[in-house]
T-cell receptor, first 116, second 115 residues
């Protein structure tokens, strides 16, 4: 079974629409970390956020927000008023205490296309 | 500027010709790692190093070698490249010995084509 599932392979929206990228994870640990990375068309991987399992507060950073729900094992990412520059592949990742946080499990990514 | 520098960015080579992809970080990070990214397979770890002279296999180590003689450098060596090693490669580093707690800083990637 996949440790991190990003069921949406590709999403297309029109600029200024809100969009939510889903991430569902699987772990038996009580201590773990979740991450989101962005990969723009230029190819580099850019860190967006890290969240530990004990902090279920939602996070907002400008147009970006993250909704962490342990009850549903989800860590969803919402972009409000999307812009063309948000077009990228977004990866969710999990790291578990079981492996001393030495192992990252990446989801397969969601490609977001924001059209003008 | 804190960064992970990979070279080259693009490389086309022929089967069997040894090559090295260099990786250097200027953040004094202890942990470094190599990943490959392939369509539909996501990011897979090749090798990692928790400190100088300490390296270990990731999920897909076959056909690759690494070394960690200095803290800042972690080159990836393909002794005899084959077409199935055509991929996008990323070097990454992390503070401490547990990247999962701190997250990674990634290099810009190396797109390798083996013909």
């Amino acid at each position: 079974a996949q440790k991190v599932t990003q069921a949406q392979t590709e999403i297309s929206v029109v600029e200024k629409e809100d969009v939510t990228l889903d991430c569902v994870y699987e772990t038996r640990d009580t201590t773990y970390y979740l991450f989101w990375y962005k990969q723009p068309p230029s190819g580099e991987l850019v860190f967006l956020i890290r969240r530990n399992s004990f902090d279920e507060q939602n996070e907002i950073s400008g147009r970006y927000s993250w909704n962490f729900q342990k009850s549903t094992s989800s860590f969803n990412f919402t972009i409000t008023a999307s812009q063309v520059v948000d077009s990228a592949v977004y990866f969710c990742a999990l790291s578990e205490d079981l492996y001393n946080f030495n192992k990252f499990y990446f989801g397969s990514g969601t490609k977001l296309n924001v059209k003008p | 500027e804190a960064q992970v520098t990979q070279n080259p960015r693009y490389l086309i080579t022929v089967t069997g010709k040894k090559l090295t992809v260099t990786c250097s970080q200027n953040m004094n990070h202890e942990y470094m790692s190599w990943y490959r990214q392939d369509p539909g397979l996501g990011l897979r770890q090749i090798y990692y190093s928790m400190n100088v002279e300490v390296t270990d296999k990731g999920d897909v180590p076959e056909g690759y070698k690494v070394s960690r003689k200095e803290k800042r450098n972690f080159p990836l060596i393909l002794e005899s490249p084959s077409p199935n090693q055509t991929s996008l490669y990323f070097c990454a580093s992390s503070n401490g010995q547990s990247p999962g707690a701190y997250g990674y800083t990634f290099g810009s990637g190396t797109r390798l084509t083996v013909v």
